[in-house]
């Protein structure tokens, strides 16, 4: 078991599942001045069903990844239109790195996987992705450490319309 406590005093509470049995046992403590991750007042954003709106234009500051974290957000596009999401953080240990991806509609279908290093998912500072959709619907946009890093990070999404047919002739 691993759990990131507020400074102050603990106490473990053992027991056996059958409370009729009185077994000796080790127990091992450890405690680690390493400091723990505490996710953004945003949470619980990590799926779908908790997403974030966005639109055209959003922005979100002061935002957390955590290990093992993902921030979810929807924004409603038209078909041919494009997403641009950038996604701001400094990537100065190999723990810092954040990727950007777009989801489908599904929720489920990841559309831009791991790992285009032009698109979302570099190894620098910051991440800028670009998504041209081809169907209208509730698209969704996931941040996430690559391999379980964390960072505090700030974002931004718009919506591009297609660019206009050239004139006949």
């Known amino acids: ?13 053992l027991w056996s599942v059958n409370r009729s049995i009185n077994n000796a046992y080790d127990l091992s403590v450890e405690i680690s001045n390493q400091g723990c991750c505490m996710d953004d007042p945003s949470e619980d954003d990590d799926g ?3 997403a974030n709106d ?3 234009g959003s922005e979100f500051e002061s935002r957390k990844i955590c290990p093992g974290d993902e921030d979810w ?3 409603n596009i038209d078909a041919g239109q494009q997403i641009v999401a950038d996604v701001l953080f400094d990537h100065a240990e190999p723990g810092d790195d954040l990727d950007v991806f777009v989801y ?6 990841n559309l831009t996987p791991c790992c285009n290093v032009n698109n979302g998912q570099s190894t620098t500072n910051d991440e800028h992705l670009e998504y041209t959709v081809q169907q209208s619907g509730t698209f969704y946009i996931v941040i996430r450490g690559y391999r379980n890093a964390s960072n505090d990070y700030a974002a931004s ?4 319309n297609p660019p206009a047919e050239p004139p006949p002739g």
């Open 1 to 13: 078991v691993s759990r990131c406590l507020e400074a102050g005093f603990y106490y473990l509470h």
């Open 48 to 50: 779908p069903n908790q």
């Open 54 to 56: 966005a639109q055209n």
């Open 73 to 75: 957000y929807r924004i």
């Open 104 to 109: 489908d509609t599904d929720g489920v279908t």
């Open 157 to 160: 999404f718009a919506i591009r």
